[in-house]
């Protein structure tokens, strides 16, 4: 797990997990403060603008698609994934090949 460590030093940073994949897609959880995740609209996913402006710091192309219930006083996991065609850093195995 990796930390970002915040601007106030008070308030509990946003971990991010190792990142791990299927054959598909690569997945990464990214565990938010209590206080953050109070702020989180209910109603839909985080798309990528608002989950940036809440903090939460990856490269392009990963998408939240899922939220997971808090516990009282307890971080808040919430799950990214993206295919790693949107991985910026991502070369197809047939063009190094070629």
């Known amino acids: 797990m990796h930390q970002q ?3 106030n030093s008070q308030r509990p940073s946003i971990i991010y ?3 791990y994949s299927d054959d598909d ?3 990464r959880h ?3 403060p ?3 995740a ?3 609209p209910k109603a839909h996913l985080l798309t990528e603008t ?3 402006n809440l903090g939460i710091q990856q490269s392009p192309g990963w998408i939240h698609y899922m939220y997971h219930q808090p516990a009282k006083n307890h971080p808040v996991p919430s799950d990214f994934g993206r295919h790693p065609h949107n ?3 991502y070369q197809d195995q047939e063009m190094i090949e070629n």
Do not use: A, H
Request: overall charge negative.
């Open 38 to 40: 109070k702020i989180i």
């Open 50 to 52: 608002e989950w940036r």
């Open 5 to 7: 460590q915040g601007i």
């Open 25 to 27: 897609y690569e997945y």
């Open 17 to 19: 997990s190792d990142r």
């Open 34 to 36: 209590v206080d953050l």
């Open 87 to 89: 991985d910026p850093n």
């Open 30 to 32: 990214v565990i938010l």
